[in-house]
């Protein structure tokens, strides 16, 4: 096992490649990702309701309905990881990279294009819901190949700030989602919204998608990927290993990945807890992940900076009890309405706190996996926990609301204590700032190489006890 694991030196593998070219084809496909995902998201809390299902469906079943339809991208990404974590591993970062682009943007481009209920029918939701499995599907391949493109271009001093740009772009992403909805929400009569003003985000994401092709196309493989995948080629899949050697990775990056919650409610629920349930005005309340999002932009790569020179972990920690404690403020003053504080709640929580460990995130959980398998541990750990968080936040925290939203308090303690458990589990980590990539891969050899031994002893003691 170690001499298939064992990497190519990390230093070697830098020298005369384009790291800031890995860092920018890394930030502009999650700007395309979670652009597709917010404008659904949003689209979700304030139109789709209305077109997609039953005229005489109940509000509050209709946003149920909704936050469904935002969940299912989420539950199938897990499926995703299985089979676009693999082939990262084994055929190249940009074979995925690449093959996830055109996928995220047909798919996006094709809810744009949709027919309502009204039109077609039940057929509408149905289309809507194949739509979403697609960009699920491949954005879970997307976001684990452009987190290890970056990081094994990275110079080794600087790698948390590195790969942080990758969640940099989705912040970008989401931002331009919710500014691109202001204009149409703020000069559209309703009929025009309703009637093709929702469609035109969608068919904007085919630009994102020419300038993302045009960056990718010149992008290298890191010479230690392909260097290493000389050294696995008679090993076994990349799936395989993972699920033998790294399972604890997996369920770690799993559980801690769970902090996506404060920015599920943040861009989701909350909207639509504001717009259709307090009744707070549409196009000011869009405002409020916007102002957070270009603080965002700032505190994402300086969190990034932070974490290479104090650790990955204790910068994690503090973003997820931190987002995860302030949830109950903002929830708190969108019930009551003051908007002051909505601003200021909106802007702490998600453009400071959680912006830490959303930072810091993309390299903590990728270097707890060798090169080998990187795309795919990382892949699986963090869809499983976007699929739960992602998948079921938004139907959970409707529920605990109740029709009338005066269970607030409810969705903001659950928010609390998942951010809470995705801490703990995080001080389980090893602290990685202070290895290289190939300090990092000889340490998962090692592992791997002692799992092996421990179980290599016990069928042999099982078999003497046999005798």
Known sequence: MSEQLQGVTHSESTQGKTPKRAALSS??????EYYDFAVYGTAAALVLNHLFFPADTSPGIAILAAMGTVGVAYVVRPLGAL???????RYGRKFVLMLCLFLIGASTFAVGCLPTFDQVGYLAPALLVLCRVIQGLSASGEQSSAISVSLEHADERHRAFTASWTLHGTQFGTLLATGVFIPFTLF????????????VPFWLSAAVVLVAFLIRRGLEEPPAFRENKEAVAGA?????????YHKAAVARVAIAAMI???????????LSFATNIVGLDRSTVLLVPVVANLVALIAIPLSGMLADRIGRRPVFIMGAIGGGLAMNGYLGAIYSGNWTMIFFMGVLMSGLLYSMGNAVWPAFYAEMFPTSVRVTGLALGTQIGFAVSG??????????AGDQGDQWM???????????ISALVAMTAKETKALTLDEIDALHTARGEAADLAAANKASE????AK
């Open 83 to 89: 089979i676009m974590g693999p082939l990262g591993d």
């Open 410 to 420: 409810k969705v903001s303690i659950f928010v609390g204590v998942v951010c809470v």
């Open 236 to 244: 076994a899949s990349p799936l395989a290993m993972t699920l033998r």
């Open 462 to 465: 099982a078999q003497l006890a």
């Open 260 to 270: 996506n919650s404060v920015n599920i409610v943040f861009t989701v629920w909350a």
């Open 27 to 32: 930030w502009i496909g999650s700007a395309l």
């Open 188 to 199: 559209l009569s309703e009929d025009a919204l309703m009637s093709w003003g929702w469609r």
């Open 391 to 400: 998948g079921f936040v938004p139907v959970i925290a409707s529920a605990l």
